[in-house]
Structures are given as C-alpha cells and as structure tokens.
C-alpha cells in the first residue's frame, strides 16, 4: 500500500553514506512487510538495495547470508553434495505464508529483523547454528547466534539504528542428518508449529522448536534420548507462557503439535540412513 | 524516473512511500486491482522484468529502468494471449476481480507449478469461483456451448463481459479517471459507545490540499437503515449519515476531503475530538439483561421500527402452533442442542466505495460497487431531500457482492461530499475497513427442542435464537425472520415454537450475507433431526421423507404470516433426496488417509423461497434497433452473479436468436424503470422473469407486425 507519510527514500552505497538514524526512520529490505501495514510513524526509508551486498559466499567455513539475500535466491542456491541438511532451505522457503512471488523480494534479513515466531528464516538460521553480524550504529559491531538474537514475538536485540549485515552458518552444521516438520491451521498456511531437528557426527540431537513459540528454544542432548525423555525434556524446558497465541493457533494446540513433531524427528532421526 | 509498462515508457516520478500499485493505475492501467493492498491476494499481480509479483508491496521507485508487463499488455499486439483464451474458454472467473491477477500469475508458472497448484496460487485469493474453473483453465478445458437460434436457454453460454474481463478491460468501480478529483477518508471510533462532544478542526483544515472536514453537524438529522429493501420498513431507523454518538468501534465519525488521499489521512489524524466514553455492551446476552447500558435510547417501535430500544432489542419474533412442551413431554425421542455461529464478512475482493460528482445539469452522478442502485437513489433522495431525477446511481462491473453490497455504505458520504465541495469525490475503502466498518453475517446462538414418535414422525419443534445485530439494525429483522422460517417449514410437524431476538451490542453491525440468517439456523435443526434418527434407528434419509412437506402441504412457522405469498413452484424435494441418497451410495473415492483419520457422511436439507417476501419489482425494457439487434435495458446489476449472461439467454430464446444479437444495458437509474436490487436471487427470479415478458411480447409485437 501506499505508505503516505514518507517524505524521502535514501539510498547509500556504502557504510559511510548510511545516513544519521533519526526517529521515523526505517531500514527498507524488500519491503514486503513495511508495504503491507500502514507504518504512519515513518517518514524516510532508507534502502539497502544499492549497498550491492553479495547475496550468498561459500567460504571454507561458512555459508554467508547477506541481510539482503532474497528468500528466492536462497532457495535457488546450488548447494554441495555434502550438504545433505540442504533441503532444510527449500523447506524453509516453503513455510512461508507468503506466495512465491513476495520470495523474490523478501529478504532473509528482513525476515529475521521481523522476528515473528512464523519466520521460517529465524528458523532455518536457528536451526543451522546461523550467527548474526550487527552493524552498530556507531560504527562498530557485533556477533550473536540467531536463536538468540529473537527475543520474542516481533522483538530482537536491535537497538535503534542498528542493522543486521549478515548471518552466518557453519559448514558442519549443513553437513548434519535432518529432518524438518511444520503445521498450520489450513494448508500451506501460516506456520503454528516448525519444527527442526539435526544430528551431529558424535550422534547429538539439536532440537530447534519455532513458531508454535515466540521465539526460538533449542533443546540439545549428547545422544538421541528416548520418547520419554524427550518429552519431558520439552515441558520442563519451554514454559507454557512462551507459547505463541493468536489466530493461527492456540497454545494448548501449539503445544501438543510441539510434542508432537518432535517425537515424529526423533524417531525418523533414529533409523539409521 | 523512467519505467516501462507494456513496451511503452514513462517519465513519471513516483512519490516516495507510493507502491507501484497505484502508480500503475495513475499512468491509466486500471486492469491492476487492490484487494487487500498487503501482499495477500495477487490481485495487483504484473510481471517485473518478466517475474510476477504482488505490485502493492514493490516500492514504485524499484521499477526505474525496468519493465513491467500489466493484464493490458499480457497479449502480442492487443491479442489475446493463450492463457487469456483458457480463462475464456473454461470460463474461469465469475465476477473476474481477480482474474487479471490470476492469469498474469499462472502465465509465469513452471511445469512444476503447474503440477501443484494449489500451493503456486496461495497468493492469489478467488472468493466467487472455488478455483475449479480455474483449474480447468490450466487444463485447458473449455467449460461453453454453442446455442443456435432461439436455443439459448439452458446452455452454458459465456459470460459477455468475458473478453474485457480476461483483458483487464472490464471496468470495475474505481476504474475511470475524473478530472478535479477530490479523496474522502473517514475518521473512525476508537470507542464502542461514546458521545461526540466536539470536533475541533482546524489543525485538519490547515492541512495543505484539505478541501473539507465533515462531521455530524454537516449531516442531515434524518435517519434511516442502511439497508436496502424495496420496503423501507423492513429495516428501523436508526443510522445518521453522521451521528453525534458512536456505537463500535470504527464507526465513522468525520469525513476529511483533500486532494490526494495522503492529505486525507492526514487530516484525519489532525482531527481532535473529545468523546464522553459511554458504557458498551458487546454480549448479545449480556445486551439485553436488564441493567444493560442502552444502544439507542430514545428510538420507538412507531417511528423508528426498533422493538424495545430499552432493552437493545431491535426486532423479535414469538409464536407456537400446537403445545410443544407437552408434545416433548410424550415423545419417544428428544433432542435439544445449543449452536452458536461466529461473525464472517464476506470479502468481496473488490472493496465498498465509490464516486460522486455534480454534473452541469444538476444531476448528482453517484457510481459505486453496489448490489442495490435504484434503492441507493431513493434513499440518498429522502437523506438529502433532492428529487429523484436529479439523483442517478449506476454501477458498473462490481468485484464480488455477497449481499454485503445491500447496504448503503458509503453513497451517502459520497453524496454529502460531492454536494459540500462542488467536486467530483472518491471513496475507496481500505481492506481494514471492509473487517471493521462495514458488515458482517449474523453471529447467532440457536436452541433447537425436537422431538419425534417411534415411527420417526416429528411431535415438535422449537426454536430459540439470539441474533446479535451489532450496533444497527440494518437487516436485523428480515435475517432473523428468515432464520426461523424456512429451516422448520419444510418439515411437516403438528407443535412448533419460535423465540427469537435481535439484540444491539457495540460491535460491528451485521447486514445481509448469502443465505441471510439460514445457514445459521438450518444447520442446528438439521443435527436435531440427525440426532432424532439416530436415537430411533432410524435412516437420516427416511426420517426425512417421513417429514418434509409434500406438495399442497402448508409450509408453516410461528407465528403466522401476514403474507401469504409463498406457494409451490414445483416440487421436487423427494427427488433430490433420491439423487443425493444414491450418489452418496456409490463408492467413495479413496483419499489415502492413514487410520487416524476419522471419515464419515452425513444429510442435510433445507429449503429457501425463491424470492424476498413483501414485494420485489424489476423492469426490463427491450427494444428492435434498426441493424436487426435487440437493445435489453435491465436494472439489475452485475458482480459475478452471472444474471447478464442470463438475461441474454431468456431474451434470446423468446426472440428466437443468438444472444451476440442481444446487447445489454444494466444497473443504471439513468436508464429508466426500476429494480429493487440483485439479491436473494432476483435479479434472475424477478428481474429474469420481467425480460422474459418484455421479449415474449416484443417477439409478438414483431410477429404482428411481419403478418401486417
Ligand atoms: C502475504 C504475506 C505473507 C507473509 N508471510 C510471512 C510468514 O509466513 N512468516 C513471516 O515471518 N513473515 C511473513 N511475511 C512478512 C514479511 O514479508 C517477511 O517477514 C519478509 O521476509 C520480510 O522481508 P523484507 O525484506 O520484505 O522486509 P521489509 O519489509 O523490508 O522489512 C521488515 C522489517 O525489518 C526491518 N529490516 C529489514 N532488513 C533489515 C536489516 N538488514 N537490518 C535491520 N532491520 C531490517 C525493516 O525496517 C522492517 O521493520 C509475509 C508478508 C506477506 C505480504
Ligand atoms: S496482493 Fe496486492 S492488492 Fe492484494
Ligand atoms: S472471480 Fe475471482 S474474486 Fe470474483
């Protein structure tokens, strides 16, 4: 829609031209969210698009995302053999409520500065051991894993003027066994449970759970534990308050699919490949 | 900046928040529609370099140096492209809304998409069609028969409006450019129930580009419903254009009038005013307890036509045939259930708004997406006290209906700005708007009592219903009386019983929604009957034949009608059990569920009138043109519901030609007649009926006159 109040759009190319943060101000990824609500409060919109960042470089140990890589280009990545944890991208992508038209321009970034519990980017990145590098606005920066960098339903560690710059992923963790689970209300919905869990070398579980929580929780243990053990291992662990509730869902529900999905990972993570 | 749209360029500068939406449609590319303006529905769709996208969530500005291909553009030359003719071929749209959208956006799909499509158009939301017809596009079925002659009735013929509508030519109500034109956004209630004690304007008036601020004390004083029935007492009167006291939240409380819609909005955020917060009541229950804050004090069952004003209730019902409670007593079964329903609104991809100007004669032009055009005139005439001929409504092609365009939203507004400023004015309501300000369907709680002896032969039937009509009583009355009608009288049963009650709250009020107060009914008295079968072993199918009305069977509710206009047509309800009986006994296909899934089947029935009670009238004129054709002036409008290709059809087979030779002129005052509106299926039923004597006395006419 059309957002009225802006007055300006700027567009720096580099680090240096990023204009002095004032209130009104906002950071304009692809703008699929910004334009989708009346945002009366803003009045200039600063454009990453012209800081050219490289969408996706594969180093020796990491995959790096650029704020701006679109979900599309992610989903178009040309991954490794190795890479067998890979899919958990397509899947990702797909968790999306959002067409695959609004891919093309919505940003991973943008997704995670969002920071809904249905970010299925939050929960890719989380899942995969994805590290942020924030841009202070002061000039400096900082790192933090993405799993701790949401704080809540569309809350974060961003102050004011701050811009994620990139995320991170270890190689070793695309090299994991995977396997992802998502639910909605209605087919291809949005997301009310997302679900990941992966498996190491040495056989220890990471359990990722997203969006049926306000933030992301993950739950690791040494070995792959029992059903039991699982279980009681995500009651004691994610309180019943950090269950997310709103339309898409209610707690109770989300809950019981939390429950649910896991035990279907663990035990397709316990037949060996 | 420069764009390119459709091979052509422009040097237009965007403003900076603005989407390429709108930009679109102000370089003139109507063809690229709003339905929800937030990346939802794909109704907006162009293709960006040749990607489809949703143009309401692109930033103009990103289109510099870039090509963007809109419906008008999809086909070589001004041709049609190949998927344009699937969609004319499957006829896969109905009121085509979206139909731009959806063809850009399956035009882009690869194999793959194709394959699973469901998932590759979860961005592109059809309200009218279902998406069958437009999976048969993608199939490449064709879903049109030819008719010769005088064959035309009964024959899937194409809709007329088909080749604009797959065009993106088809032009729906925002979809014409008015030179001088001023913007009305509306100011609305952060309060469920306060009283406007003042309104100060003028840091809105200072506001560069603001034209007018309109509040209650520039709106007429009269009431009235919004409504629209060919009887205005159908409805109470209860609504102000503008009232000095508000009763939900979003309900209009100013109308700012600038020249552009940014200035519009912010004027209504300059606007201050001081509310004296009322007491609401937002339970039905609770609404008419007593000790209940009151909605409409002041308003009468003489002048208003609001029941008990006191108590919130706007319209109720009470009667009984028989003596249920002792037919209860010595059933052999009973059944009693308590069902609420919830609040829905029809989203109509196209939203309620419109245009109004004053042309040189006088004449107050009002185009608008309505359902009910010469209603709309006859009220604006009451509120604005102006004489029927110097008002005209039309509609042009309206993007879905529902019944939510049975009311007069937004007319009145139009007309109060257009009159105030002099200009020609535009309101088009935001989605936001359509959920919190305009209509919904009916929430209500249904008590159902039944009984039946061991035969299965029903003893009673009872009723209980709170409808909760929300902050007016548009429809409050007719939607509960045809809540408890139908749903009992097709059963034959000797003790029958009806309470019902609409209630006031502080929420948005509910209007007419297809079905009009029977869905909510008809599913609780069809468990009751389902329940009662399976208590007594008794087949769902045979305790329903042991029960319906068979013909010459008076149909009956309590209390008795004061009208007795509803008889038999025909009568095939026994055959339609039948049919449905044996296509539900032949094999299921199999859906390759797991265990864990529990399928079952089950019954339902229910039976609604053909036409609204208490008077509906349409003309229809047609008329020989010199070059052989017909010219067909009907008033009915068209959304979808597909009565113009209907009307063509019946004129046709009277006439004896091809309906290409019949061209239709529909829902515009100005054109003459009357018609009460296209609703509760009229504008076949009635309006159907009037062309249908129009052309069978023509064709006599012409038939005389040959022999002459
Ligand atoms: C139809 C539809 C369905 C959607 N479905 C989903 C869904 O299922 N799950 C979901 O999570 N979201 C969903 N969204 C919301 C949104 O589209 C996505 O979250 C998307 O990934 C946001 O990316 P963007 O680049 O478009 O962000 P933008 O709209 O450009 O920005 C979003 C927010 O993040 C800030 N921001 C962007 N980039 C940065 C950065 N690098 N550093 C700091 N702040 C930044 C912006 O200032 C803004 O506040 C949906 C949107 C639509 C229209
Ligand atoms: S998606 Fe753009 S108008 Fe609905
Ligand atoms: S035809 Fe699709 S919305 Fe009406």
Known sequence: MDLNTIREIARPHTRAQLPVWTAGDAWLAGGTW???????????????????????????????????????????????????????????????????KIWKTATVGGNICMSLPAGPMISLASALDGVCTIWRADGSEYQI??????????????????????IDIPLTALRRRSVFRQISLTPVGRSAALLIGTLDGDGALSLTVTASTVRPIKLSFADLPGREALRSAILQQIPEAVYHADVHGRPMWRRHMTLRLAEEIRSELAIDP | MSIEINGRTFAETPGPGQCLRTFLRELGHFGVKKGCDAGDCGACTVLLDGEPVHSCVIPAFRAEGRAVTTIEGLGSEGGTHPLQQAFLDAQGFQCGFCTAG????????????????????????????????????????????????????????PAPAGPLVVRGAAPYTFDIALDR????????????????IGIDKAAALAVPGVHAVLTHEDAPKILFSTARHEKDWMDPDDTRVLDDTVRFIGQKVAAVVAETEAAAEEGCRRLKVDYDILPAATDPALAIAPGAPVIHGGKTAEIHRVSDAARNVVAEKHGEFGDVASALASSAAIYEGTFTTQRVQHAALETHGGLAWIDAGGLLNVRSSTQVPFLIRRSLAQIFDRPLDQIRVFCDRVGGGFGGKQE??????????????????????????????????????????????????????????????????????????????????????????VDAVAAYTNT?????????????????????????????????????????????????????????????????????????????????????????????????????????????????????RDDGGFELTVGTAEFGNGTSTVHRQIAATALATTVDRISLRQSDTALGGHDTGAYGSAGTFVAGRATQAAAEQLADGIKLWLRS
Not at chain 1, 145 to 162: C, E, I, K, T, Y
């Open chain 1, 34 to 100: 910004l334009f989708s609500e009346p945002q009366v409060h803003l009045n200039r919109l600063i454009d990453l698009t012209d800081l050219k960042w490289p969408a996706l470089i594969v180093s020796d140990n990491h995959l790096r995302i650029a704020a701006t890589c679109t979900v599309a280009q992610l989903d178009a990545l040309a991954c490794a053999p190795d890479w067998i944890a890979a899919p958990l991208i397509g899947q990702c992508c797909r968790a999306f409520l959002a067409s695959f």
């Open chain 1, 145 to 166: 894993p993405v799993a701790d960098f949401v704080v809540g339903n569309r809350r974060n560690l961003l102050a004011s003027g701050d811009l994620l710059r990139q």
């Open chain 2, 102 to 157: 959806m063809i850009l956006t399956c035009a882009s799909l690869n194999q793959a998409q194709r394959q699973e499509l469901g998932v590759a158009l979860k961005g592109n939301i059809c309200r009218c069609t279902g998406y069958r017809s437009i999976q048969d596009a993608m199939d490449g079925k064709s879903n049109i028969e030819d008719a010769a002659a005088g064959g035309a009735f009964g024959r899937s013929l």
């Open chain 2, 181 to 196: 034109l001023l913007h009305i956004k509306l100011l609305r209630s952060p309060h469920p129930h306060a009283r406007i």
């Open chain 2, 408 to 497: 007069m939203f937004v007319e009145d507004i139009l007309a109060l700005a257009a009159i105030a400023t002099g200009r020609p004015v535009k309101l088009e309501f935001t989605r936001e708007e359509q959920f919190i300000a305009t209509s919904t369907r009916h929430p209500m709680r249904v008590t159902v009592k039944a009984g039946a002896d061991k035969q299965g032969m029903l003893t009673a039937l009872q009723l209980d219903v709170l409808s909760d009509t929300g902050a007016y009583g548009n429809h409050a009355g007719p939607v509960l009386f045809h809540a408890v009608s139908e749903c009992i009288s097709v059963y034959n049963c000797p003790n029958k019983k």
């Open chain 2, 508 to 624: 948005v009020p509910a209007g007419a929604f297809r079905g009009y107060g029977l869905p909510q009914t008809l599913f609780a008295v069809e468990a009751a009957i389902d329940e009662l079968a399976r208590q007594l072993g008794i087949d769902p199918f045979e305790i329903r034949r042991r029960n319906i009305v068979k013909p010459g069977d008076a149909m009956l509710s309590p209390p008795p009608s004061q009208y007795h206009d509803v008889f038999y047509g025909s009568y095939g309800l026994d055959q339609c059990l039948d049919l449905v009986e044996r296509a539900m006994s032949t094999a299921r296909p199999d859906y390759g569920l797991s265990d864990d899934w529990l399928v079952g089947d089950g019954v339902a029935l229910t039976m609604i009138d053909t036409v609204p009670p208490a008077g509906h009238l349409s003309d229809s004129t047609i008329t020989l």
